[in-house]
Structure formats: C-alpha cells, structure tokens
C-alpha cells in the first residue's frame, strides 16, 4: 500500500503541494485528475523521487521512500514525450532498467521478449525510437517501465501526444496490462474521460489539495461540491435557498427556476446550489398550457444534433437556462424539438444533487 | 530522361552553386599549387620552371606538361627532415586536442549544467577574448613565460623556486599557447550539443535505476559525441598546420610542418617544395575530415 501523509511542497513562495494525504491500495488504478498547475504532476514527480517533500512522509508498504533517491525505489514511470533514449533500439531501451538491475544476461533477454509480446511490439526490437511511430514510441515507454516489475507505477499524461482514436484504444490496453499485472498504477491526467475510463479511483486536484477522492461513478453523479461538480463534466447549476427538510423530501426555493425538490442534501448551510445533470432532465412537449401549471416550463433556445445525442438549451419561464442532452435512441428522435417550442422539464428528485454555495 | 527532373531551373542552379564555390575557390587554387609542386626551384621571377604560357600555343603548353616531375615529392620521402616535421605536427596535434578535449568537455557541461541566465555570461567569457588579436595574446604570454616574467616572479615569490625556471621556448609553453587558442573551437560545439540535451533522458535513466555517473556514461556522453567528434576535428585540423604558436613559444630545435613550409617559402624561396609539403599535408588531412563527413552523415540519418 501507498500512504502519503500530510505530504507538503514549495517552490519558492507557491505552495504546490498543500498538506495533501492519500492512501492507494496495491493493485488500485488510482487517477490523480486537475487542471495545469494544480500540483498533480509535483505530486508524482514526489512519488518518483524528483523533488523530496518540504514535510510529511511518503511510505510504500510501510518504508518510508520520502527521501530516497529515484534510482533506488522499487517505483517507475513513464514520462510525459516519453523520454526515450534516442541512441538505444527499442531492445536496449526495455532492456536499460534491467542491465542497472544487474540480471543475468539471459534473464534480460527473457524479460525483454516478455515486455515486447506484452505491448505488441514483436519485429521492432532493433528500431530506434525515430523509426517508430507515436503510438509504438508510447508502447515502448510503457514496456521499458514495466520492465523492472515495480511495485508502483506513475503515469504522466502518458496519452497526451496520441490522437483521439489511437488514446481510446490505448486506454483500454493500458487498462487491460494493469489488470493483467495487477500492478499499482497512477496516472497524471488533465483529461476526466482518460480518468474516467482507466481508473478505479480517481482524486480530484485543486490548488495543491486533494478536493475529493472517488469512484469515477460517484464523481460523477455524488461530486462533493460545487467546483467538482462545475470540473467533471457538464451539469446545470441553480442558486436557491433550502425552504424545507424532510427525510426523502428537501425543497429547494430558487428565484430562476422556481421550488425544486431533491430526495437527499447533505447538512448544508441555508444558502445552497442545486445541480443536474443534462442527460438526467426529460423534455415533453407543452399541448396544453392548462396541463403544464405545475410543471416547470420553458421554451427551446437552441438545439444541436452531434449524431448520438442531441443538446438543447431550454429558456425556463422563471429565467434559468438549462442545458438538456437527451440520447437519440430512434432515427426519429433526432428531429424531436426545434427552436422556439414551447416543452416542460421534468427530472426525479433522485438525480438532483444538493451542494454548498 | 524529363520525367526523371525533379528540380526546376533556378533550383538547379541553387543546387550548383556550392560546387562553382568549391571549383573557384578550391580546386583552380589547389591546381596552382599542385603545377608548382610539380616543377623545380630556379633563380628566376616566379622562382620555378617550367612557367605555362598559355599565349605561347599548344605546343609551348605541352612541353611545359611535360617538364613536370614528381622529384619534390620524392624529396619530402628521402630527407628526414620533412617526414619529422609530419610526424611532429601529427603528435603535437594529437596531444593538444587531447588535452583539449580532456579540459574542454567538464567545462562545457559545466556550463550546460549552470542556471539558465547565467549560461550566456559564460559564453561570453569563453568568447571574449576573441576580441584581441591573437598574436597579441600569444605575445602576452611570451611576456608571461619568459625569464623574468609573470610566472617566475610568482613562483619565487611564493617560494616555490628558488631560482627562475625556463618556461620559454619549450614544448610545455608551446602546448599552453596551442590549448589557449584553441579552447573555444572545443567549447562551443560541445556546449551546444550539451545544452540541448533533454533533462528527462536523465530523470528516465535515474527512474531506471541508474546513479548520476552511470546516466553521465550511458546517456549524457553517447548523445553528446557529435559535439565531440565535431570540437576534435575543428580543433586538429588547424592545429596540424600551425605556425605561429611554434614558432613564438616552442624551441627552435624541432619544427612542426607549418614552419618548414614556411621556411622552405619565405627562407629558401624553394617554392615547389614548399608546395608538395602543402599537398602532402592536405592529403594527411583529408582522411580525418573524410572520416567526420561520414560520421556526421550517420548522425543525421539517425535524427
């Protein structure tokens, strides 16, 4: 297991790494996801060894590895661009670690092979990395990183120089060779999709602290405030104050969108911010006005198609404007709604999340 | 044959243009000094036979051809005197671009190693000295080395001697007046291969398992032998040939092939000699630079 402890890091005057404390257990595919310059990437680089904590301790199954020099933990990673060694083939680039390690010739050898089968890279061996395209540049870093068998392994932004296509099937592979090899991994990513797809766990970065640490599904749909709910995909936000509280049943009165009810709210304060998902809301066109008194109301502002689902943003009679996805499940639903019709909008109280303002 | 003209016009041109350099400034010099090599001292005003006379027609031309011998050649084989002088100029150059690169290569990484802003400031120093003549620096140091000089007054001042020791005129004062000069054609090719090494090749071989020294060898120094194939040659080539820093610096007794020629030319007058040293010498010559063409040709295919 992986306990980092009250762990602090300046630069200067600029606090990157603000008494932040995390356990990651072995085995876990643990995400570290934030924007640039959150300290995520200092975070790692503590872990790997290159910059040593200002104060608290960083242990590795109980050793505290804090102040060890990066070529003496059993810790590896793979860089951002990769790193190669330019000079070396792909063979002496996988093969580097194990030679400092000083196995036997034969077991190198072995482990070599092994590494190559592992990210597919069989015939390449005597490629240097100019030879390579990205995608087998990105392969090679990964197998000369595994190669050693660390008990713990960094990832930063390991996928960022692909494009789309080529990081989809990346992700699944790198999810797959952890799985595999039921190694620690960390990943340093700014991208909530990668995070999402690869990872067990993933914990959210903001200004050098740790905001919130979760599944990628209870971040998702439980964010535990308004900036992580605002980060990790798109959700509509509406100010209102707590009107009533009941178990199951909390009424919330907001001036743009009228009384909302949610099923649960953790204790906040009076002042609050509700916050739905845009795939959570349903839409239903208004026939009659007279049926539509008690629902919300509103009219469609703007509609666009992007093949598998369809967003509108819906103008609430009361002044909210709300954006709605809603999947086209049928070839006909794509042409549902058009702009300037009159609909109203529905969602369960279930999916409705409470946070502080 | 159009289908295979993969340049336009101009573009052939731009591509010709090197080779006209050369041929003018290269190779129409070079076919003077090999006639010259080609034929024999004489008192006369240019002081050797026979002299082409283009206007004197085809035949004049042809028997002027065929004057031509190769008997100074076989003079620089026969006599000891010149095949010393080769020999020296080789282990003269060959030492001092050791040491060169021995003192060059620490300061250089030294240098790609210091903080960002300070890395022009310390080229500056490297350089700056340039900006003096170099036979006034060379007469500087004879005023350092000789008897009464900087050197000795500071050795006895110190207690080092008790007597002044003989700096001048020796192969230690030549070799510190040929390292002087040369240090920054040595300096300036590895510092830039050096500085633009990348930082996380080191972090990756430190991730590896590799100790600081280790990453020096196994990444550091491979990737920076361009430099250093580079700083060699910029540094032998010209130190084979000289002239001046013998002369002023070193004894009198052995002389590096650089100053035979120059005494065969200025002292002797014996022109084709002093040619055929010429051609042997960049014959010598083009066998490390040959040697350096394909290595840097190796590197750029593997960029």
């Known amino acids: 297991m992986l306990r980092i402890a009250s762990v602090v890091k300046r630069f200067g005057g600029v606090?990157?790494?603000?008494?932040?404390?995390?356990?990651?257990?072995?085995?876990?595919?643990?995400?570290?996801?934030?924007?640039?310059?959150?300290?995520?990437?200092?975070?790692?680089?503590?872990?790997?060894?290159?910059?040593?904590?200002?104060?608290?301790?960083?242990?590795?199954?109980?050793?505290?590895?804090?102040?060890?020099?990066?070529?003496?933990?059993?810790?590896n990673m793979?860089?951002?661009?990769?790193?190669?060694?330019?000079?070396?083939?792909?063979?002496?680039?996988?093969?580097?670690?194990?030679?400092?390690?000083?196995?036997?010739?034969?077991?190198?050898?072995?482990?070599?092979?092994?590494?190559?089968?592992?990210?597919?890279?069989?015939?390449?061996?005597?490629?240097?990395?100019?030879?390579?395209?990205?995608?087998?540049?990105?392969?090679?870093?990964?197998?000369?990183?595994?190669?050693?068998?660390?008990?713990?392994?960094?990832?930063?932004?390991?996928?960022?120089?692909?494009?789309?296509?080529?990081?989809?099937?990346?992700?699944?592979?790198?999810?797959?060779?952890?799985?595999?090899?039921?190694?620690?991994?960390?990943?340093?990513?700014?991208?909530?999709?990668?995070?999402?797809?690869?990872?067990?766990?993933?914990?959210v970065m903001d200004n050098g602290r740790l905001v919130q640490v979760a599944s990628p599904r209870e971040l998702y749909e439980a964010p535990n405030s308004r900036w992580i709910a605002g980060f990790v995909g798109d959700i509509n936000l509406i100010e209102g104050v707590v009107e009533s509280r009941e178990p199951g049943r909390i009424a919330i009165v907001t001036p743009d969108a009228g009384t909302i009810v949610a099923a649960r709210a953790p204790e906040t304060s009076a002042a609050v911010c509700v916050a739905i998902r845009p795939e959570k809301i349903r839409l239903l066109p208004v026939v009659q006005e007279a049926f539509a008194v008690k629902a919300m109301t509103g009219v469609i502002a703007s509609a666009g198609f992007l093949g598998g689902v369809s967003v509108y943003t819906v103008q609430l009679d009361q002044g909210a404007v709300l954006r709605v996805t809603l999947a086209n499940a049928t070839r006909a639903a794509a042409d549902g709604f058009s702009v300037g019709q009159r609909v109203s909008v529905s969602f369960s109280p279930d999916d409705v999340v409470v946070l502080d303002r | 044959m159009s289908g295979r003209r993969i340049f336009t016009r101009p573009a052939r041109l731009a591509a010709i243009a090197p080779y006209l350099w050369m041929a003018l400034f290269f190779l129409v010099p070079f076919g003077f000094v090999l006639k010259i090599a080609l034929s024999q001292t004489a008192i006369a005003q240019p002081p050797y036979i026979p002299v082409v006379n283009l206007a004197a027609g085809w035949d004049a031309f042809k028997s002027a051809l065929g004057a031509l011998s190769f008997d100074n050649f076989k003079l620089l084989a026969s006599d000891d005197l010149y095949i010393f002088s080769y020999v020296r100029s080789l282990i003269v150059a060959v030492t001092s671009t050791v040491i060169l690169l021995l003192i060059g290569y620490p300061v250089a990484y030294g240098m790609s190693r210091l903080p960002q802003r300070w890395q022009p400031i310390a080229m500056m120093l490297v350089i700056v000295p340039f900006w003096t003549s170099f036979l006034i620096r060379i007469y500087a140091w004879i005023n350092v080395l000789q008897h009464d000089g900087l050197l000795n007054k500071l050795l006895l001042a110190l207690g080092i001697v008790d007597k002044p020791l003989v700096w001048l005129s020796t192969d230690a004062a030549m070799y510190l007046g040929i390292v002087y000069s040369y240090f920054p054609f040595m300096i300036l090719p590895l510092y830039a291969t050096l500085a633009k090494m990348d930082d996380a090749l080191l972090e990756a071989a430190a991730d590896l398992g590799a100790s600081k020294l280790k990453a020096f060898w196994l990444v550091t120094f491979p990737l920076s032998l361009p430099g250093v194939g580079a700083g060699l040659l910029l540094c032998f080539i010209p130190i084979v040939g000289e002239f001046v820093i013998p002369d002023l610096l070193a004894g009198s007794d052995r002389m590096m092939i650089g100053q035979t020629l120059w005494l065969e030319f200025f002292t002797n007058k014996d022109w084709p000699v002093a040619s055929a040293i010429a051609i042997v010498l960049l014959a010598l010559l083009l066998l490390p630079l040959l040697i350096y063409e394909k290595l840097q040709r190796r590197h750029l295919e593997a960029q």
């Open chain 1, 15 to 75: 606090t990157a790494v603000d008494t932040l404390s995390l356990d990651i257990a072995t085995g876990e595919f643990f995400a570290l996801l934030g924007p640039s310059g959150c300290g995520k990437t200092t975070l790692l680089r503590m872990l790997a060894g290159f910059e040593a904590p200002d104060s608290g301790a960083i242990t590795l199954d109980g050793a505290d590895i804090a102040h060890v020099l990066p070529h003496e933990r059993p810790v």
């Open chain 1, 78 to 203: 793979m860089f951002q661009n990769y790193a190669l060694f330019p000079h070396l083939t792909v063979e002496g680039n996988i093969a580097f670690g194990l030679k400092r390690a000083g196995l036997p010739r034969d077991e190198i050898a072995s482990r070599v092979a092994e590494m190559v089968a592992l990210v597919r890279l069989d015939g390449l061996e005597k490629r240097r990395p100019d030879q390579l395209s990205g995608g087998q540049r990105q392969r090679v870093a990964l197998a000369r990183s595994l190669a050693r068998r660390p008990r713990l392994l960094l990832l930063d932004e390991p996928l960022a120089a692909l494009d789309k296509k080529l990081r989809e099937s990346t992700q699944a592979e790198l999810k797959e060779v952890q799985r595999r090899l039921g190694m620690t991994f960390i990943i340093v990513t700014h991208d909530q999709e990668e995070a999402m797809t690869v990872a067990d766990r993933i914990g």
